[in-house]
T-cell receptor
């Protein structure tokens, strides 16, 4: 399975600022996803990062707040903009196989633990 | 409805015992049911997965039981060990035409195995 490197692993940020999280995969992957995991909670999909086109956002998440880049098949970034304490969460990058395929083996990065003060 | 309902929220088992975590779903289009294990400070890691065309899948001490008619599936951890102490998430996905498969996660179960 793919190996994901996610940076930074953790950060403490001031409210009103922005943080960009990087996700690097050791092989080309079709689909990359960004999830949020609030403390002690389950994982919520933020968006699907599409290579060469705009990301597809889930209900409750908007591009202005969570802009995503996907310049190639091995790299993506998620920016958390104009942060507030409510954005304190773990943000996770995940990769899977192509659309309409049984995606045995979604792989997750170790996550970025964000604290907004 | 895309929900996957998971229970119990927390589970304490003695070493050597059997840990059982249950999940139920509504969406009959789901056709892939993985279980993830997450240790503190780490991302979820795929543990075992099943398709609905089989009723059971076993890998080592981990077994998924699947009941298609009841729309339920469960994870059994045999001979539970303290190293199994982690949070377990069930998940499900369905094919979305023209889009990526997305995982819908259960709420998670915090498993503690006592030595």
């Amino acid at each position: 399975s793919a190996v994901i490197s996610q940076k930074p692993s953790r950060d403490i940020c001031q409210r009103g600022t922005s943080l960009t999280i990087q996700c690097q995969v050791d092989s080309q992957v079709t689909m990359m996803f960004w999830y949020r995991q609030q403390p002690g909670q389950s994982l919520t999909l933020i968006a699907t990062a599409n290579q060469g086109s705009e990301a597809t956002y889930e209900s409750g998440f908007v591009i202005d707040k969570f802009p995503i880049s996907r310049p190639n098949l091995t790299f993506s970034t998620l920016t958390v903009s104009n942060m507030s304490p409510e954005d304190s969460s773990i943000y996770l990058c995940s990769v899977g196989k192509g659309p309409l395929q049984p995606t045995y083996g979604y792989t997750f990065g170790s996550g970025t633990r964000l604290t907004v003060v | 409805q895309q929900q996957v309902k998971q229970s119990p929220q927390s589970l304490i088992v003695q070493k050597g015992g059997i840990s059982i975590i249950n999940c139920a779903y509504e969406n009959t289009a789901f056709d892939y049911f993985p279980w993830y294990q997450q240790f503190p400070g780490k991302g979820p890691a795929l543990l075992i997965a099943i398709r609905p065309d089989v009723s059971e899948k076993k890998e080592g001490r981990f077994t998924i039981s699947f009941n298609k008619s009841a729309k339920q599936f469960s994870l059994h951890i045999m001979d539970s060990q303290p190293g199994d102490s982690a949070t377990y998430f069930c998940a499900a996905s369905s094919p979305n035409s023209g889009s990526a498969r997305q995982l819908t996660f259960g709420s998670g179960t915090q498993l503690t195995v006592l030595p």
